[in-house]
């Protein structure tokens, strides 16, 4: 397993790369996974608007000498000289684990706000040479054009859902010390929640900007899944913990061909530095393999059903394979009596919500036709 990216590069190539050591491997799949579906959305926009279903628009243009991008801009300046400035001056004294330098109050107050003025500083000159604005002056902006724009909003408002749900599913935990909430930021994050927090800022964002939210569900479903895959890829080569409960059964005849460490595996190395007593059933590689599958199908049929559809069959995919590996996952004991996770309630509810989503979009499909 690979903690860090340095950790991979060094193992893999033999090359030694201090800077990697701020890089987490899971860290680094996640932002893989939002390039995934970035791309991918991508190109479904560019092909909604071929075909006429969304439309590109006029919008103003010219100077944005406004308070915000002044704001924002010595924001960003304070935090580079604050933090990254900092350790790139400090890096020998904090290599040895620059995550909690990062996750921690240390830094350079002076180097921050000199970067912060300077970055100003470059705004300024920068914002200068803009056009004057004319009245009636436009351009035209396509809606693939917002692609970045929303993907951060996803990344904001799906790590703002992810957090929430996790502490949910531990509520125990956080009635005690409720401060858990800030003590480590980058742990505890579920996907149930990252996937509603994240839908709820891209489908306000993308109607904002002219996409229906029956196309964007459409364009969203087949990008989730791929993103899905590619985060669990975080979750297995850096061992954070996502794995399943002990298998220590012998690997049946049948599965011969099948690697042994897909069978039952022992995470050495992993972030947490956990030793295992005894092999786990490693569940983020079979997820990893029902993502690009059911990412497979649904691109395949991405143009045959009325809107709405496409993504209520991903609801209904995403719900059997979350259902399904609950099974073997390891699970906090939340509904004693009920035998169910909370994942698999939810994923219960997707399924359902997936079989009624088919049902109802069909049905207006066909009333707006008649």
């Not at 903690?3 to 491997?25: E, N, W």
């Not at 229906?212 to 364009?219: A, G, S, T």
């Not at 496409?310 to 399904?324: H, P, V």
């Not at 939340?334 to 909370?342: H, Y």
Request: net charge neutral; proline share 5%; glycine share 10%.
């Amino acid at each position: 397993m690979y903690p860090t990216l340095y950790d991979a590069v060094l193992d893999i190539f033999g090359i030694s790369i201090p800077a990697f050591k701020i890089v987490m491997m899971f860290g680094f799949f996640v932002a893989l996974a939002f390039l995934a579906a970035n791309y991918v959305m991508t190109l479904e926009l560019k092909r909604y608007e071929a075909e006429g279903k969304i439309k590109a628009f006029q919008q103003p243009i010219g100077k944005t000498n406004t308070a915000w991008e002044y704001i924002s801009t010595a924001l960003v300046g304070f935090v580079f000289g604050f933090k990254l400035l900092y350790l790139v001056l400090h890096f020998s004294e904090l290599s040895s684990n620059p995550q909690a330098f990062i996750l921690s109050s240390e830094g350079s107050w002076l180097w921050g706000v000199f970067l912060a003025i300077g970055f100003v500083a470059l705004k300024y000159f920068q914002l200068q040479k803009e056009p004057a604005f004319v009245a009636g002056q436009t351009t035209t902006f396509h809606p693939y054009m917002m692609m970045g724009n929303l993907t951060l909003i996803a990344a904001i408002t799906g790590f703002a859902g992810a957090k929430l749900f996790h502490h949910l599913e531990y509520f125990d935990e956080l009635v005690k010390d409720p401060m858990v909430l800030f003590r480590d930021p980058f742990s505890g994050l579920t996907y149930f929640g990252g996937l509603l927090g994240g839908a709820i800022g891209v489908l306000w964002y993308a109607n904002k900007h002219g996409v229906k939210w029956k196309y964007m569900l459409d364009i969203g479903g087949p990008s989730m899944m791929l993103a899905y895959g590619v985060g669990r890829m975080g979750c297995h080569f850096s061992g954070d913990g996502d794995w399943g409960i002990e298998n220590v059964a012998p690997k049946p005849n049948w599965l011969n061909w099948l690697p042994d460490w897909a069978w039952a595996y022992d995470y050495p190395n992993n972030v947490h530095g956990v030793i295992l007593e005894n092999p786990v059933w490693p569940t983020p590689v079979y997820e990893i393999t029902m993502a690009f599958i059911i990412f497979a199908i649904l691109w395949s049929i991405r143009k045959k059903f009325a809107p709405g559809v496409l993504f209520s069959i991903y609801f209904i995919f995403a719900g059997m394979e979350r259902f399904s590996i609950e099974r073997i996952r390891v699970n906090p004991d939340q509904f004693k009596g009920i035998g169910f996770s909370q994942a698999q309630i939810i994923a219960m509810v997707m399924i359902l919500l997936g079989v009624l989503g088919i049902y109802f979009f069909t049905k207006a499909h066909k009333q707006i036709i008649k």
